[in-house]
């Protein structure tokens, strides 16, 4: 069983930065790949980006690449998404999840989820 907690969510200008982080606890932090998701209102939960147990390998949605940075200090078992030059439509409730499949980019295959963290960008 692997606990994830969020925190970092908040309410930014356009072209504004935030950090996300996601801390786990339970089992082996290293056992699992961590994809961050967002789901905004009315729209399904979609990948912003994953990054292996190692760290030295990620993914990205296509709108989060060169904007969106996926990282994790194993030694602290946390995960964190930089995200930079927001826009409106990166409003949503973005969470952290943990896979031990080697299928990143699809939701199904996530075993683990937290409760998420609003990020809200507007003027």
């Known amino acids: 069983q692997v606990a994830l907690v969020e925190s970092g969510g908040g309410s930014v200008q356009p072209g504004g930065s935030l950090r996300l982080s996601c801390v786990a606890s339970g089992r082996a932090f290293t056992s699992y790949a961590m994809g961050w998701f967002r789901q905004a209102p009315g729209k399904e939960r979609e990948l912003v980006g994953a990054i292996s147990w190692s760290g030295d390998k990620s993914t990205y949605a296509d709108f989060a690449k060169g904007r969106f940075t996926v990282s994790r200090d194993n030694a602290k078992n946390t995960v964190y998404l930089q995200m930079n030059s927001l826009k409106p439509e990166d409003t949503a409730v973005y969470y952290c999840?943990?896979?031990?499949?080697?299928?990143?980019?699809?939701?199904?295959?996530?075993?683990?989820w937290g409760q998420g963290t609003q990020v809200t960008v507007s003027s």
């Open positions: 999840a943990a896979t031990s499949s080697g299928v990143w980019r699809r939701i199904g295959e996530y075993d683990y």
